[in-house]
């Protein structure tokens, strides 16, 4: 079966610097993944996705993701945060045959000091 | 193009209750998976629906049932509620086919008393 695993459940940054978020999957074959950002009292919204090909995509709002398959990780990065990226940031599975059922992280909530 | 909307996004209800939450997804767009977030359990998957045929089922009771329409529009209903069933529901719809992301609504809060 398929998991997700975001070992940190909460983060704290300052405002500029950099930042990293960790994500493990367990998964049989090349998986599909993704991170998904939701902001409070909201739905989820997908940064970024990785089905093949280069390990190192690019996303909406600065934030990037490298896939290690060596590793079975898929960490989302972001050189310089801002305030508004303060939310909840989910990483997830999705099974190869549709992608259409996704198996989610616990989330790693993330703060912004200014 | 309009996004995925979600009606009620709020909804109370008590135990013993049903409940009918709507999902509309986006224009174009055939599949539509339902989830439910807690604080506990997190996001887990509900189920998946293509062309008024559910294809993928998560672990929950019988009580969670959906339907999908022939326009695409999905529902989900929740019979006998039970206080465990509190939650944000959120739906998903994609494309058909492989490696098609999902995009989502912004969720019917559920509170049951």
């Known amino acids: 079966a398929q998991s997700v695993t975001q070992p940190d459940i909460h983060i704290t940054v300052s405002e500029g610097a950099s930042l990293e978020l960790r994500c493990n999957y367990s998964?049989?074959?090349?998986?599909?993944l993704f991170w998904y950002v939701q902001s409070p009292g909201q739905g989820l919204q997908l940064l970024l996705k990785y089905f093949s090909g280069d390990t190192l995509v690019q996303g909406i709002k600065g934030f990037e993701a490298e896939f290690k398959r060596s590793q079975s990780s898929f960490n989302l990065r972001k050189p310089s945060v801002h305030w508004s990226d303060a939310a909840e940031y989910f990483c997830?599975?999705?099974?190869?045959?549709?992608?259409?059922?996704?198996?989610f992280g616990t989330g790693t909530r993330l703060q912004v000091t200014l | 193009k309009a996004g995925v909307t979600q009606t009620p996004r709020y909804l109370i209800k008590t135990r013993g209750q049903q409940v009918t939450l709507s999902c509309s997804p986006i224009?174009?767009?055939?599949?539509v998976s339902w989830y439910q977030q807690t604080p506990g359990q997190g996001l887990q998957f509900l189920f998946e629906?293509?062309?008024?045929?559910?294809?993928n089922k998560g672990n929950f009771p019988g009580r969670f049932s959906g339907r999908q329409f022939s326009n695409s529009r999905s529902e989900m209903n929740v019979s006998t509620l039970e206080l465990g069933d509190s939650a944000l529901y959120l739906c998903a719809s994609s494309l058909l086919g492989p490696a098609r992301e999902q995009f989502f609504g912004p969720g019917t809060r559920l509170t049951v008393l």
């Open positions: 998964y049989g074959a090349t998986p599909y």
């Open positions: 629906y293509f062309s008024e045929t559910q294809r």
């Open positions: 997830a599975v999705g099974s190869t045959g549709t992608a259409s059922k996704l198996t």
């Open positions: 224009s174009g767009h055939r599949s």
